[in-house]
């Protein structure tokens, strides 16, 4: 069975010959520069350490190491446009096309100027976005998509990001984001609107040049905090799920992918919702955070209807177990979520500088070991 026809099975719910791999090449299942640097030194590897995330601190993973690991995904990102020139400081700081100003702050690099932080309603309404459909952005895109559709057996993942909650919430300010829900929720909706009709516009021409090749669209926003919601349910209901709806049903309008939504936290309140929206996976079902850490109630309550991501604990045992816990985990996580198909493995959300490398390759070796179906462990 080729890595696409086994990651397909499983985003349908079905069990493919064994439980497919992610790792590494994305916002949501990528890996801290630090974390790249010990594994690639570990892995007797050369590798320059090149970052694709500047505010993560992403390091691009190398084919040979993808490969070792059995990974069956590789991404498909559009082009950086022509019109914006990005320059990183020497300290890593920098300022985004959207004009969010980061500063490298340890191991990440945080907001520190968020351009409509003071802005007026109609400052707002009027505020410049770049363009969306930049011609540079999809430059040859349908063309190396398709070379690599035909020349490889890989999963093909469409890798730029959607978010209505996150990047609106850089734009303005997350503070001031949140004291809106409460105090301004008006300008809010219109501020939410114009970044879903940006990514709207955006994945009109992405989905055009890319669509027919890929097995899966991400969006990404987070919904939980580390105890529970990020905030009240009823103004989720109300104001972002039938946004959601909007854009997920123009996505697949464009395309057969599959729809995998990345939130972090406690986010078990919501998973009936994002059924609802036409989500047919979570990413990373943190397992530290609150309801998140019986694999077995999540299975039984929703693997019927929606596809999981990991669930490794990786603010605990994946950065401070020892490789046997790391090993005992990923069979812990095999065993109760991918019977009956619809789990995908990954080490949970981007592996941290502070991981060992010996629980990395462990990680990914178990889950090459104990994935096979028939699941009996």
């Known amino acids: 069975m080729t890595s696409r026809e086994r990651y397909r099975l499983a985003m349908n719910l079905q069990e493919p010959d064994r439980v497919p791999i992610d790792f590494g090449q994305d916002g949501c299942n990528g890996i801290n520069e630090i974390a790249y640097t010990n594994l690639i030194k570990y892995l007797d590897i050369i590798d320059e350490v090149k970052i694709f995330d500047f505010m993560q601190r992403l390091a691009i993973v190398k084919e040979e190491i993808l490969t070792k690991f059995n990974v069956d995904t590789r991404y498909i990102f559009a082009n950086k446009p022509k019109t914006f020139n990005l320059t990183i400081a020497p300290d890593g700081s920098y300022t985004d096309e959207f004009g969010v100003i980061r500063k490298r702050v340890g191991f990440y690099c945080e907001n520190i100027y968020p351009p409509l932080g003071n802005a007026s309603l109609q400052e707002i309404v009027n505020w410049k976005m770049p363009d969306p459909e930049e011609k540079s952005r999809f430059e040859n895109l349908k063309e190396r998509t398709k070379k690599l559709c035909e020349e490889t057996h890989y999963a093909l993942i469409a890798g730029d990001l959607a978010s209505i909650f996150y990047l609106p919430a850089e734009i303005i ?29 955006f994945l009109n021409r992405y989905l055009d040049e890319i ?8 969006i990404a926003d987070d919904w939980g905090t580390q105890n529970g919601p990020i905030m009240n349910p009823n103004i989720f209901k109300e104001i972002f799920k039938p946004r959601y709806v909007k854009l997920i049903d123009f996505i697949k309008s464009k395309t057969k992918a599959k729809i995998c939504l990345h939130s972090c936290g406690s986010i078990f309140y919501a998973i009936p919702d994002f059924i609802d929206m036409g989500v047919d996976a979570i990413q990373p079902l943190q397992a530290a955070a609150a309801e998140m850490d019986n694999p077995i109630r999540l299975k039984d309550k929703f693997g019927d209807k929606i596809a999981f991501y990991s669930n490794m604990p990786n603010q605990t045992v994946v ?25 995908i493995f990954a080490m949970g959300h981007n ?27």
């Open 173 to 201: 300010g997350y503070q001031k984001f949140m004291e809106s829900i409460s105090m301004n929720l008006s300008v809010l909706k219109i501020l939410i609107d114009r970044i879903m009709e940006w990514h709207m516009a």
């Open 211 to 218: 669509g027919n090749f890929i097995e899966t669209v991400w």
């Open 351 to 377: 592996i941290q500088a502070d991981v060992p490398p010996e629980n990395i390759v462990t990680g990914f070796k178990a889950a090459y070991e104990f994935g096979k179906y028939p699941i009996n462990l």
């Open 319 to 343: 950065p401070n177990g020892t490789p046997a816990e790391v090993r005992e985990e990923v069979k812990k996580r095999i065993k109760y979520l991918a019977p009956g198909g619809g789990y």
